[in-house]
Structures are given as C-alpha cells and as structure tokens.
Nanobody, 130 residues
C-alpha cells in the first residue's frame, strides 16, 4: 500500500510564503519511497489539474512549470519519506488545491502529465489573497 498525505496549505497574502509537506506511508510506500519520482500538481476551480514541480529519485533532479520557476522549490527527504514544496512570492493565481503524487517503479524521467502518476494525496487548499 502507498498512502500520501499533504499538509501545510492555508490562506496567505500575495507576496507571502507557504511550505507544503507530503508524507508517504504504507507497507510499500515507506519501503520504496526513495525509488519514486515525486510530483506536485495543482487544480484551480474550473481548470484542469496542472503540473507544478517534480523531483527525481535517482539524482535529485528537479523540474518546474514555467509559472512557478524561481519562486517554488521542491525537495525530498528520503529518511522521512517526505517531499516538500516551498512556495515564495505567492500570487493570487497560485490559488488552488495542491496535490502530491508518486510515480513508482524507478521511473526514468519526471513526467509532467498527471496520467503518469500512480498514487495521489487528498490535496491541500492554498489561497492567496490580493
């Protein structure tokens, strides 16, 4: 079993910061977390779910959506089975439900499509006021 639980969302003013966390647990998730590509996605009301950032299992390589590059940082702690998303200089257009996702089985690359991920968390709401 692989379970993902996000936390850290909330209400923040434009220009502020938040740090999201996603803990991976379960008999399989805990054991093989270090072999997963981990991604963050977001979905705003009336819009499709979109890729935000991803981090490789192999070399820690990261990939970002253009809209968040330079403002957001994804990182992982394999000892804690946790992936983080540090969000700085937040804008009202960053308002969305943020989801973490796991692509399991030693994937060769970081996928930007949600269809490439096997497991998902329940999401955490981020609201940025202007």
């Amino acid at each position: 079993q692989v379970q993902l639980v996000e936390s850290g969302g909330g209400l923040v003013q434009a220009g502020g910061s938040l740090r999201l966390s996603c803990v991976v647990s379960g008999s399989t998730g805990s054991r093989y977390f270090s072999s997963y590509v981990m991604g963050w996605f977001r979905q705003a009301p009336g819009k499709e779910r979109e890729f935000v950032a991803g981090v490789s299992w192999k070399d820690g390589r990261t990939v970002y959506a253009d809209s968040v590059k330079g403002r957001f940082t994804i990182s992982r702690d394999n000892a804690e089975n946790t992936v983080y998303l540090q969000m700085n200089s937040l804008k009202p257009e960053d308002t969305a439900v943020y989801y973490c996702a796991a692509d399991t089985g030693y994937p060769a690359d970081i996928k930007r499509s949600s269809r490439g991920y096997d497991y998902w968390g329940q999401g955490t709401q981020v609201t940025v006021s202007s």
